[in-house]
Nanobody, 120 residues
Framework: VQLQASGGGLVQTGGSLRLSCAAS????????MAWFRQAPGKEREFVAA??????HYRDSVKGRFTISRDYAKNTMYLQMNSLKPEDTAVYYC????????????????WGQGTQVTVSS
């Protein structure tokens, strides 16, 4: 499986971005997939995941971010609205392997990351 993340950029507070994670090889429907993010000097942290029909979000993004999949395009998305400066980070998509959805150690494949910068 190869994952290619894209869609990051520079936006002002309150703006929106949509991140994409295109998968090659096995389809995204075959696995639990997630978005994580990592700010400078911080640990990689969970943002959102899709497990079948269920979605999971970290508390700070609930109501602002939406994770989705397009099975025909074999692509996962993260729609990010009402962005805040604290959302600034490199965003990674990952394929879940084993263990808790909320820990990066549970994922075995990662995309290369896409930078999201929110200016105040």
């Amino acid at each position: 499986v190869q994952l290619q993340a894209s869609g990051g950029g520079l936006v002002q507070t309150g703006g929106s971005l949509r991140l994409s994670c295109a998968a090659s090889g096995r389809t995204v429907s075959s696995y639990v997939m997630a978005w994580f993010r990592q700010a400078p000097g911080k640990e990689r942290e969970f943002v959102a995941a899709m497990n079948g029909g269920n979605t999971h979000y970290r508390d700070s993004v609930k109501g602002r971010f939406t994770i989705s999949r397009d099975y025909a395009k074999n692509t996962m998305y993260l729609q990010m609205n009402s962005l805040k400066p604290e959302d600034t980070a490199v965003y990674y998509c990952g394929r879940h392997y084993s263990g808790s959805l909320y820990y990066s150690q549970s994922y075995d494949y990662w995309g290369q990351g896409t930078q999201v910068t929110v200016s105040s």
